[in-house]
């Protein structure tokens, strides 16, 4: 069963980083696209960042363009999100899904669902 495991999460200043990890397992990443999508307290969730299944193109919501960065390792079977300069606004909950793809590009808009447990982020001083 394809299962999506998110970790990295934690409390940090404003300002600073963090490393989110997505590791698959009973299924091989790189047929997929991924993408990293948050919800933070009483809102929707949001696509963040998502990642084409060769790696060679991404997509970013304007909020976090120039500040964080996906990438993969399709031979340990994980996708990478880096989160640097970091703002209270960042804080949610945040989860990998596969998305869908067109013409070679992940789509924010449309993820494929197995949504896990996620990871906490708290950007807080």
């Known amino acids: 069963q394809l299962q999506l495991v998110e970790s990295g999460g934690g409390l940090v200043q404003p300002g600073g980083s963090l490393r989110l990890s997505c590791a698959a397992s009973?299924?091989?990443?790189?047929?997929?696209?991924i993408g990293w999508f948050r919800q933070a307290p009483g809102k929707e969730r949001d696509g963040v960042s998502c990642?084409?299944?060769?790696?060679?193109?991404?997509n970013y919501a304007d909020s976090v363009k120039g500040r964080f960065t996906i990438s993969r390792d399709n031979a340990k079977n994980t996708v990478y999100l880096q989160m640097n300069s970091l703002k209270p606004e960042d804080t949610g909950v945040y989860y990998c899904?596969?998305?869908?793809?067109?013409?070679?590009?992940?789509?924010?808009?449309?993820?494929?669902?197995?949504w896990g447990q996620g990871t906490q982020v708290t950007v807080s001083s």
């Open positions: 990642i084409n299944s060769s790696g060679d193109s991404t």
């Open positions: 009973g299924f091989t990443l790189d047929d997929y696209a």
């Open positions: 899904v596969p998305t869908r793809s067109l013409f070679g590009r992940c789509q924010l808009s449309h993820p494929l669902g197995y």
